[in-house]
């Protein structure tokens, strides 16, 4: 099975105090091409990286040869997390992306970035497998599209995020690998919600948000939070 691969250049790390790599292991920082695999499920691997900029999606192939995406990263996430010194996932870039090498896992364990990234993996894990066995079709692809402009929205004047628009990194065929769903019914409920005046998209990769609340509704997240809000004090 194929190991690790990366092609070179150098960029800057954006900042992360609490993320400090050992002395003796200088920062190792590249750029990638769209579409690269950067780790294959199964292959060793020993180091940490970091997402500085781009999309890159893990996912792991069932007996049958489909894929399922289990996660999509942005700056700042971490991947390159293995067992028994073996890739829990296949790591690929949906467009060109700087990432960093951080060093050995094993010199990094203990670092408390580390743990506090294990534990937001664990936390997207199980948000995400409640998405596949509980939510609808048309809450998958809401969440999605609300989870997406979290992490790829441009950021307007003054460096505030401008969440209404962002570009869609992955594809239709992403989307339905991500969510559980076919190719059709992920582009029926975009098509639904365009319809219905949630988003807009002239172009299939750039998104815009034109009612951000009523799409959070659409996902589940607003009674969610009513939700959790009921709950009698402890």
Do not use: Y
């Not at 993320?19 to 199964?42: C, I, M, Q, Y």
């Not at 993996?121 to 048309?138: D, E, N, P």
């Not at 059709?184 to 219905?196: A, D, I, M, P, Q």
């Amino acid at each position: 099975m194929p190991e690790t691969q990366f092609a070179v250049a150098s960029a800057a790390a954006p900042p992360l105090a609490s993320l400090t790599r050992p002395a003796r292991l200088p920062a190792r920082s590249r750029v990638v091409g769209e579409n690269f695999t950067l780790l294959f499920e199964g292959g060793r691997n020993r180091s940490l990286f970091r997402v500085l900029d781009g999309c890159i999606v893990l996912s792991q192939l069932l007996d049958d040869g489909r894929r399922q995406i289990t996660d999509v990263l942005g700056p700042g996430r971490l991947f390159g997390f293995t067992i028994d010194g073996r890739n829990i996932a296949t790591a690929e870039t949906l467009s060109i992306a700087r990432i960093e090498a951080l060093g050995d896992a094993e010199l990094l364990a203990n670092n408390s970035a580390i743990a506090g990234e294990l534990k937001t993996t664990l936390h997207r894990l199980q948000a995400h497998a409640t998405l596949l066995g509980r939510k609808t079709a048309s809450e998958k692809v809401a969440s999605a599209l609300v989870e997406l402009s979290r992490i790829f929205s441009h950021s307007g004047r003054n460096g505030n995020p401008a969440r209404l628009s962002f570009h869609l990194h992955l594809t239709r065929a992403d989307l339905a690998d991500w969510l559980g769903l076919t190719v059709e019914t992920v582009s029926r409920c975009l098509n639904r919600f365009k319809r219905e005046g949630l988003i807009d998209f002239s172009h299939p990769k750039t998104m815009r948000l034109l009612d951000p609340e009523r799409l959070e509704a659409a996902a589940g997240f607003t009674r969610q939070r009513l939700a959790g809000s009921e709950r009698p004090p402890s």
